[in-house]
């Protein structure tokens, strides 16, 4: 058995009932045979593989607030620090109904490649709880971001480990976060990144991820002598990275023609209206469905199926394993060429493989989605400055690491005579720096 099936089968041997966490490990071990086969002896003296799935820390913990009927919840709390062999562990939080280790391992595990991939000197981490926000009053979600805060404070710091933003945690929710860190440990530090502008937030990072997913996408499609304009696109989900990927992908020309939420997807021949989204979603936390209600000649379809809508370009930017191999059968089917994952892991395994043997140019979250954390860390940097960049230079910044990330994960896919094999070049170039850097600090 080669050292990468050796070490999954350890993990999942050792991390029973974590199928996600599986899932990725699973897909960055296959890619990386190609590395440790060359090398076998020296990172198997290391138990480098060994050491890179397990994480340095899990914290885990109890989070009790009080809701509006004076009824006392308890929720789970987690932050997995993941890797910091290149910089403090970096990575968001996820508050929804569905988190739990394996979840949060997965995306941790996720976090340490793509903030290699950045550049930038980031670890990777991740967190949350399985508090559903949906449906909360304000006061309900203070209550639990100060309850849940005054436990991980302990554990975070500037220097440590920075969370963020992910699934369910947005601007409201980062403030209250960040006010409660103040509040009990006194330092006002860059403690999170996605604060608001008022506070040390960063010009542009709302917009980074979707931003960036379609400037990666722009350096694919130049790649491959073609480009956005006049392209039909299909965008999932409806929350933080689809919107602005939608208006990056508008602003570049593109059409872009069906967007989703959990219980449905809309269709508009005409082209999104992101000002009617951005008021269902960014104001009224509604639902998409009231979409096809205010815009003529929309319509609201209930449940799964988004990928039906025939396009040329596809973004994933809702949840992991959203696609499927069928979905994926039908996109192939209708003609389309691309498709870039705004969301981590939207792809099951076999989707993803189907996609790429079936002529699909296909870029792994990894690396697409690796602009909101890329500009998470020009936040920090602005912090530890005490200064403040303006739009164009952050937007500047956060276009040339995409420019950068595509040409690494290009380049190391044509080294190993992977060209077009961007699951595999993302993952054995976040492998390459994070590797070098635990060599060099021996074994800790
Ligand atoms: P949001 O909470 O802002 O939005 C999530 C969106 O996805 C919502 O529209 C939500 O719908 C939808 N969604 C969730 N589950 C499903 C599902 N099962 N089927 C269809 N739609 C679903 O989160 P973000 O936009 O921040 O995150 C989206 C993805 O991007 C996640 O995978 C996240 O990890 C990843 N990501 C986020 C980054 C960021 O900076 N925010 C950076 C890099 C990656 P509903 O309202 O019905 O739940
Ligand atoms: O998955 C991700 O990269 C994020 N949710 C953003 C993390 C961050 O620290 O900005």
Not at 5 to 10: F, L, T
Not at 182 to 207: A, H, M, Q, W
Not at 269 to 281: M, Q
Not at 401 to 413: G, L, N, R, T
Request: some cysteine; hydrophobic content about 35%; overall charge negative.
């Amino acid at each position: 058995m080669s050292y990468t099936e050796e070490v999954y089968e350890r993990v999942v041997a050792q991390n029973p009932g974590e199928p996600e966490f599986h899932q990725a490990v699973k897909e960055v071990l296959d890619s990386l045979k190609v590395v440790i086969d060359r090398n076998e002896e020296k990172y198997r003296s290391l138990s480098i593989l060994e050491r890179l799935v397990e994480p340095e820390r899990i914290i885990s913990f109890r989070v009790p607030w009080v809701d509006d009927n004076g009824t006392v919840q308890v929720n789970k709390g987690y932050r997995v620090q993941f890797n910091s062999a290149i910089g403090p562990y970096k990575g968001g939080l996820r508050f929804h109904p569905t988190v739990n280790q394996s979840i949060l391992k997965f995306l941790g595990f996720e976090q340490v490649f793509k903030n290699s991939l950045t550049g930038l000197p980031i670890g990777g981490g991740k967190g949350g709880s399985n508090f559903n926000p949906k449906g909360k009053s304000d006061r309900e979600v203070m209550a639990f971001c100060q309850s849940f805060m005054t436990e991980l404070c302990k554990y975070i710091g500037a220097d440590t480990d920075v969370p963020a933003g992910d699934i369910g945690v947005g601007g409201r929710e980062i403030g209250y976060l960040f006010g409660q860190y103040k509040r009990v440990r006194d330092l006002y530090e860059g403690v999170l990144t996605g604060k608001g502008l008022t506070y040390g937030g960063s010009l542009i990072r709302t917009e980074a991820t979707g931003y960036g997913v379609v400037y990666i996408l722009n350096e694919l499609m130049k790649d491959h002598s073609d480009s956005l304009d006049g392209k039909t696109v299909v965008v999932t989900g409806s929350g933080n990275v689809a919107i602005y990927a939608v208006q990056k992908a508008t602003q570049l020309g593109a059409k872009v023609v069906a967007m989703c939420d959990s219980n449905g997807y809309i269709y508009d021949p005409n082209g999104i209206n992101l000002d009617v989204v951005k008021d269902i979603k960014e104001v009224k936390r509604g639902r998409i469905k009231e979409y096809a209600d205010r815009v003529e000649g929309a319509t609201y379809t209930e449940g799964v199926g988004i990928w039906n809508i025939k396009c040329d370009v596809y973004l994933p930017c809702a949840t992991q394993n959203e696609l499927d191999v069928d979905g994926v059968k039908t996109l192939v089917a209708n003609g389309c060429k691309y498709i870039v994952e705004g969301a981590n892991m939207p792809t099951t395994r076999e989707a993803t493989e189907y996609a790429m043997d079936n002529g699909i140019l296909f870029l792994p979250g990894k690396a697409a989605n690796a602009g909101g954390v890329a500009t998470s860390a020009l936040e920090m940097s602005q912090n530890s400055q005490r200064l403040s960049w303006t739009s164009d230079e952050v937007d500047a910044k956060l276009h040339q690491i995409m420019v950068d990330i595509y040409a690494k994960i290009s380049d190391a896919a044509k080294r190993y005579d992977l060209t077009d094999n961007y699951v595999a070049g993302a993952n054995i170039a976040g492998f390459e720096k994070v590797v070098d850097a635990m060599i060099a600090q021996g074994i800790v």
